[in-house]
């Protein structure tokens, strides 16, 4: 379970006169959960990939935990990625010609071997994401069940914190329903701070917290709310 | 990792198997070309280790050289019997054997000879016996016909439009061990039949000079063969012209003393070695350019491999990146990326040499059923070289994609 911190963020592309993403101060306690809303163009994506270490942050600091990624080198922020940040994603990047199992346990076998216990955790989290068939090659579930592939994938490394962009975008609505719940469920159970970037409705109501981004500022903070 | 690789590739497994066929292709060229050069060069020469030194009348020395050993058709001229008789009798010859051509039966060279260049071609035969009349034949290994077969000569061949010789009928007393040469395919026959069939009976010898086509048209003098007549084998002044001898010196310096001394106005002598070992200087050279060609279809192959697998990485930007997303480090992107065209090369590689085996094995037993010449298709030291310089270069161009794989942000891959 980690916490975020994020102070004097700034992030600019090339050409463009105005930051697409300017936080000045954010602080998200461990465990809790997040939902971040906003138009398309608001800055959304530009934080995720902050926040994720996929992109590389010019000025500002992002502590997860109190560890500084910003400071980190481009495979070191990989590393931390891998170690502590659960991806979940609207396409699922899943890999076709694999099982689900296999899907779930790529990541860690791309980079070492796979322990008896990793494989153990593997089976266990498509049992509680409600994959009846590990064995089952991926192209042939259905997108809902592709989705909660990638929920269990996220999970399998024990990550302290889940991060999730639209991952009911591409669902349909029931599908859509069960994988909210599976992350809110699962974060809970399992101990993780959840971001989830969404502009569902019945997703974020799920969620403790939301902030709204537009023009790369976050114009609405239901904890400051509260605090207020 | 591997079930990764391999699931990736099956999924891409009709352009995996483009690009496979395609190096398989040019790689089968170049070994092709390899082994059958060497094949060429082993089984020619092989051919030509039972003649030592040949004899024959002043002319092309190449022509001299394929007539005797590769029985190649041609037209030679006559060399003095004289010769034949002088040779038999020096000392420094082990056997000086006649060989004496022009006749064929069924596509087959009838060569007239002597018992002792039987003997030196094949110490034992497989059936039969050797000729001791005029009207026998000893039949080659690859000659279908069985002994106590009967053997009408053609002058000439049927291409050349030669007439049956109506005088003599040979027939086949014994079958001679496979030679691995050209004369496998050979009849042959005593050299005297051979005169008395064209009416060169010693002292007729004057009226035939040449011994080509030209002057053995259609009123050519036919002489009568006694078939049941005992062989003579020995030669004197009044021994009627041949075209070619066999001669097997008793050491290696009189070989070349051999040599020397019937080098002259009237006589040529060759080792046949020597002669090939000439024509595969040519052969060699067009060894070098079809190799030359081979290569530089390698570069162009190389060059369409490489465009295909960084349009193909291109396009799986968001593979790559999602991979990178989802912890995979840099080191796995870049393995997978040169593993699956490092696999794709080595699987062209492998099958291209066992195409270009079996290319070089078709041609060399098409070639050996035509000439009954043996061609080994044998690799060489050379050739595990040769491969394992195309798996280096495999592994080399293999990660050109992987580094442009490597060039990629996860962020910006799962962007596009």
């Known amino acids: 379970m980690l916490s975020l911190d994020i102070t004097g963020l700034e992030m600019r592309f090339p050409g463009l006169a105005s930051p697409v993403l300017s936080i000045d101060r954010f602080h998200l306690p461990a465990g809790a959960r997040l939902a971040v809303t906003g138009a398309s163009g608001s800055g959304k994506s530009t934080l995720v990939n902050a926040i994720t270490g996929l992109e590389r942050v010019g000025h500002g600091a992002i502590l997860w935990g109190g560890q500084n990624i910003t400071r980190f080198s481009g495979s070191q922020r990989d590393a931390f990625r891998a170690r502590h940040i659960g991806l979940v994603m609207q396409d699922f990047h899943l890999f076709p010609g694999l099982s689900a199992f296999e899907n779930v346990v790529l990541p860690v076998r791309l980079a070492r071997r796979l322990s008896a216990a990793e494989a153990d955790r593997a089976r266990l989290l498509l049992d509680m994401t409600g994959i009846a068939r590990p064995q089952q090659k991926i192209e042939t579930l259905s997108r809902g069940e592709m989705q909660r592939v990638a929920v269990a994938r996220a999970l399998l490394s024990k990550p302290g914190v889940i991060v999730a962009d639209e991952p009911t975008a591409s669902l349909d609505r029931s599908a859509g329903e069960e994988v909210a719940e599976l992350l809110v469920r699962l974060s809970r159970e399992e101990g993780a701070t959840l971001i989830v970037v969404t502009h569902d409705p019945a997703l974020s109501e799920r969620l403790d917290r939301r902030i709204r981004l537009a023009g790369g500022i976050i114009i609405e903070d239901s904890g400051e709310a509260q605090a207020a | ?416």
């Open chain 2, 1 to 416: 990792m591997i079930r990764f690789i391999l699931a990736d590739l099956r999924r891409f497994s009709g352009g995996a198997l483009a690009v496979v066929i395609l190096i398989a292709l040019s790689v089968a060229l170049s070994v092709a070309v390899t082994l059958q050069e060497r094949a060429v060069r082993l089984g020619s020469a092989r051919a030509a280790e039972k003649f030592d030194l040949l004899v024959g009348a002043p002319g092309s020395e190449t022509q001299l050289a394929l007539s005797s050993v590769f029985l190649q058709p041609a037209p030679l001229p006559l060399l003095s019997g004289q010769v034949l008789a002088r040779l038999a009798d020096d000392s420094r010859v082990a056997m000086a054997a006649p060989i004496g051509f022009g006749d064929s039966s069924f596509g087959h060279p009838i060569v007239g000879t002597t018992t002792a260049l039987v003997a030196t071609l094949s110490p034992t035969l497989t059936e039969g016996a050797v000729f001791s009349h005029l009207g026998e034949a000893v039949a080659g290994a690859d000659v279908p016909l069985s002994v106590g077969a009967e053997v009408k000569p053609m002058h000439g061949s049927v291409e050349t439009g030669g007439e049956t010789h109506t005088e003599v009928t040979y027939r086949v007393t014994g079958r001679m061990a496979p030679t691995g040469t050209a004369w496998d395919r050979a009849i042959l026959v005593p050299i005297r039949a051979v005169w008395s069939l064209h009416g060169m009976g010693g002292e007729h010898e004057e009226d035939h000079e040449h011994h080509g086509e030209e002057d053995h048209a259609e009123e050519h003098e036919h002489g009568h063969v006694d078939a049941d007549a005992p062989l003579d084998e020995h030669f004197n002044a009044e021994t009627p012209g041949i075209p070619a001898i066999l001669v097997k010196p008793k050491t290696i310096a009189d070989a070349y003393r051999l040599r020397q001394e019937y080098r002259s106005e009237t006589t040529l002598a060759v080792f046949p070695a020597e002669v090939l070992t000439r024509l595969y200087g040519t052969l060699g050279d067009a060894r070098s350019l079809l190799l030359a060609i081979a290569i530089g279809t390698q570069g162009i192959v190389i060059a369409a491999i490489l465009l295909v697998a960084i349009m193909h990485i291109g396009s799986r930007r968001r593979q790559i990146g999602a991979l990178r997303a989802l912890g995979a480090p840099l080191r796995a992107v870049v393995t997978i990326v040169w593993g699956e065209l490092f696999l794709l090369f080595v699987a062209g590689i492998a099958l291209g040499g066992a195409l270009g085996l079996a290319v070089a094995e078709l041609v060399s037993a098409r070639m050996t059923a035509a000439t009954a010449v043996r061609l080994p298709v044998e690799f060489a030291r050379d050739d595990w070289r040769l491969a394992a310089g195309f798996v280096i270069a495999a592994a080399l161009v293999s990660l050109v994609p992987a580094i442009s794989a490597l060039r990629l942000s996860p962020a910006a891959a799962l962007r596009s």
